[in-house]
């Protein structure tokens, strides 16, 4: 899991799940950890690990969990009422998945090229580290 | 409905996903969302799927305006301090990924549980490839 999960695992759990027992907090902490690599691109987690680096030297790890993340995840209470009654899974699955491509083009350009850059730069080591495999076998 | 015939509303979705969703979502996700897609058409008609898409489109924008609002806020909070900041993306960032962690997992667990599946599916693929290829 990404630095940022981390952080975002510790707060936005505290603030969904309210009162819940350590061993259940502990639990969903697991599902969070398991679900932030199945759900998301590395892309995403490169950039928010970027994201959350600068904002921590700006303002301090302390405020940025005060300030941002942790209203973040109190915010989600009207999102998550819009797809409370008569929603399928499909409809629910959908519109967040489009939301959130909606955000990243249109909201804040910035971010979709900042994908593309990091996208761009993954490959690029990639094509390194198999450079070097390849030239590491042929002198085997 | 035939195999060739899913085969075919298979690449009709793959090719209208959006751009940026491969680099936003997992694999699995994307994959997910052809195939919901392709099944949905399937099981319900591409008549009735205009409708459920309808409420897609609403709720996309209901969505999407309650997370920008709260971000838009986020950032005249910090443009009166004189502090331009990028915390209106991080929590445009954070809101996002929170929520569709939220719907996939908590809403409606089965999502993740074929999700986890595909993923596990994608993973032994390359194994077996990066094995053969050894």
């Known amino acids: 899991m990404s630095q940022f999960g981390s952080i975002l695992v510790g707060l936005g759990l505290r603030t969904l799940m309210g009162k819940m027992s350590e061993e259940s907090r502990k639990r969903e902490i697991q599902v969070y950890v398991e679900a932030w690599d199945k759900l998301f691109s590395p892309q995403v987690s490169a950039l928010l690990n970027m994201m959350t680096e600068t904002l921590t ?6 405020s940025l969990e005060w300030d941002v993340v942790k209203k973040a995840s109190e915010w989600l209470t009207i999102p998550k009422a819009t797809i409370r009654f008569g929603i399928t899974d499909y409809t629910a699955f959908e519109a967040t998945f489009y939301a959130i491509t909606d955000i990243m083009t249109q909201e804040y350009p910035d971010m979709a090229q900042a994908l593309e850059d990091i996208e761009k730069k993954l490959m690029d080591l990639l094509a390194e580290e198999t450079k070097k495999k390849l030239e590491e076998l042929k002198s085997s | 409905m035939a195999e060739k015939e899913f085969e075919e ?6 090719s209208t996903m959006p751009a940026i969703a491969p680099r936003v979502f997992s694999r699995a996700v994307c994959t997910y969302h052809i195939v919901l897609n392709a099944s949905v058409e399937q099981r319900l008609g591409a008549e009735k799927k ?20 709260r971000c838009r806020d986020v950032e005249k909070h910090f443009e009166n301090r004189g502090n331009k900041t990028i915390q209106g993306h ?11 962690t939220y719907v996939v997992t908590e809403k409606y667990p089965k999502l993740f549980e ?13 194994a077996g490839s990066e094995g053969r290829e050894a």
């Not at chain 1, 030297?57 to 302390?62: A, H």
């Not at chain 2, 409420?55 to 969505?63: C, G, L």
Request: charged letters at 25%; hydrophobic letters at 45%; aromatic letters at 8%.
């Open chain 1, 57 to 62: 030297k700006q303002i301090g790890s302390v």
């Open chain 2, 9 to 14: 509303l298979l690449s009709k979705y793959e």
């Open chain 2, 50 to 69: 205009k409708v459920a898409d309808k409420v897609v489109q609403d709720k996309r924008n209901e969505i999407r305006n309650h997370i920008m609002h």
């Open chain 2, 90 to 100: 991080y929590a445009a960032l954070i809101m996002a990924t929170l929520f569709f």
């Open chain 2, 114 to 126: 074929v999700i986890s599946t595909l993923a596990k599916r994608a993973q032994q693929r390359t």
